[in-house]
């Protein structure tokens, strides 16, 4: 990575954005009824600490037991692994991130320290991560890491060990290496790939991966994100793309999300349903992730993309002053 340069707005607004749109989320991550989601926590337009009975969780149906010490990764959360009606995030505090965003920020600590994308490095910092107890207190742990660390424990060499991609909650955790190398292209894409296939493999995950990436940057860069997503999607650059873009976005948010595409974590919908987000959403990047956060379903993952897209395109000015000082830890590429 070349000698580190000043952030511009874009940059910053995107690393902002993709840790709000995660904390916003946060409490209510996987209501699938939004009349119950609207009961518990009314109007989703500021920072909000979960509470349990979460009355759509399914953590009760959720298994993991780790084959041996290397395996060892839920700690003192596996006493709530098994439970009905237990929050996925019960105990973190309102403006605070979900383990996936705690991942991303231990990829910026990497590169700060490392001045330049270093995966062994990440690679020992996300070990270190999930063995040691105490080290953040998340009780939800995605699919991705438990399968990670079932072919870790069988004695497989970390770059072997990703299980296959199928969610969005792999697609957040790229966006610091786009902005790291947003002035080189073809170093974002690759890097960010090769990063991505630590813990999702397969070519499903790497195609919204690149669709993202090919997204983030020209915005970055200056141009309007509303006509990025046309042109492409004029193009058909990719099968993420094969919605109907300009008749969605004259319909409300509920009617395309939910029973159009799944509100769910789920590429297929979830990929499109950010991009139809961020295309409605363009100038109005705090609406659209209220908007975002009210539709449920798998909205700590879609808000966390949509907010990145949202402020590389608006910049960091563009979201409230209470998102941005209410974050319990700002995002470090932002401290350097």
Same mark, same amino acid.
């Given at each position: 990575?070349?000698?580190?340069q000043p952030?511009?707005?874009r940059?910053?607004?995107?690393?902002?954005?993709?840790a $709000?749109?995660?904390?916003?989320?946060?409490p209510?991550h996987?209501?699938?009824?939004?009349?119950a989601?609207?009961?518990d926590?009314?109007l989703?337009?500021?920072?909000?600490?979960p509470? %349990?009975?979460?009355?759509?969780? =399914?953590?009760?149906?959720?298994?993991?037991?780790?084959?041996? !010490? /290397?395996?060892?990764i839920?700690?003192?959360?596996?006493?709530?692994?098994?439970? *009905?009606?237990?929050h996925?995030? *019960?105990f973190?505090?309102?403006g605070?991130?979900?383990?996936?965003?705690q991942?991303?920020?231990?990829? *910026?600590?990497s590169?700060?320290?490392?001045g330049?994308?270093?995966?062994e490095?990440?690679?020992? /910092?996300?070990l270190d991560?999930?063995?040691?107890?105490?080290?953040h207190?998340?009780?939800?742990i995605?699919?991705?890491?438990?399968?990670?660390?079932l072919?870790?424990?069988?004695?497989?060499?970390?770059?072997?060990?990703? =299980?296959?991609?199928?969610?969005?909650?792999?697609?957040?955790?790229?966006?610091?290496?786009?902005?790291?190398?947003?002035?080189?292209?073809e170093?974002?894409?690759r890097?960010?790939?090769h990063?991505?296939?630590l813990?999702?493999a397969?070519?499903?995950?790497?195609?919204?991966?690149?669709?993202?990436?090919?997204?983030?940057l020209?915005?970055?860069?200056?141009?309007?994100?509303?006509?990025?997503?046309?042109?492409?999607?004029?193009? *058909?650059t990719?099968p993420y793309?094969?919605?109907?873009?300009?008749?969605?976005? !004259?319909?409300?948010?509920?009617? $395309?999300?939910?029973?159009?595409?799944?509100?769910?974590?789920?590429?297929?919908?979830?990929?499109?349903?950010?991009?139809?987000?961020?295309?409605k959403?363009?100038?109005?990047p705090?609406?659209?992730l $209220?908007?975002?956060?009210?539709?449920?379903? !798998?909205?700590?993952?879609?808000?966390?993309?949509?907010?990145?897209?949202l402020?590389a395109a %608006?910049?960091?000015?563009?979201?409230?002053?209470?998102?941005?000082?209410?974050?319990?830890?700002?995002?470090?590429?932002l401290?350097?």
């Open positions: 990575m070349t000698p580190p952030l511009s707005s940059d910053r607004g995107t690393l902002l954005g993709l $709000i749109g995660d904390a916003l989320a946060m209510v996987w209501y699938y009824d939004r009349t989601l609207r009961t926590y009314g989703v337009d500021h920072y909000l600490a509470k %349990n009975p979460h009355p759509d969780s =399914i953590l009760w149906r959720s298994r993991y037991t780790p084959l041996n !010490d /290397r395996g060892e839920l700690h003192d959360q596996a006493a709530h692994w098994g439970r *009905q009606g237990i996925y995030h *019960q973190l505090r309102a605070e991130n979900t383990l996936t965003l991942l991303a920020s231990l990829l *910026q600590e590169l700060l320290d490392r330049d994308y270093d995966f490095d990440y690679t020992g /910092r996300y991560f999930f063995t040691a107890p105490g080290r207190r998340d009780t939800y995605e699919e991705c890491h438990r399968g990670f660390f072919n870790y424990a069988r004695g497989k060499r970390p770059a072997r060990c990703a =299980i296959e991609g199928k969610h969005i909650g792999g697609l957040p955790g790229i966006i610091p290496l786009a902005v790291s190398y947003a002035t080189d292209p170093k974002a894409v890097h960010a790939l990063h991505l296939a813990t999702h397969g070519p499903t995950i790497a195609e919204a991966a690149t669709l993202l990436i090919d997204l983030l020209p915005v970055l860069a200056g141009a309007d994100l509303l006509e990025v997503i046309r042109d492409r999607h004029a193009r *058909q990719s793309l094969g919605f109907p873009l300009d008749r969605w976005l !004259d319909e409300p948010d509920e009617h $395309i999300i939910g029973p159009r595409l799944s509100p769910a974590c789920y590429l297929a919908d979830s990929v499109p349903a950010t991009i139809y987000l961020a295309a959403y363009h100038d109005l705090r609406e659209g $209220i908007a975002n956060t009210m539709l449920g379903g !798998d909205n700590v993952h879609r808000g966390a993309v949509l907010g990145a897209l402020g %608006n910049g960091e000015e563009a979201w409230p002053g209470e998102w941005r000082e209410g974050l319990l830890r700002q995002p470090p590429l401290m350097r």
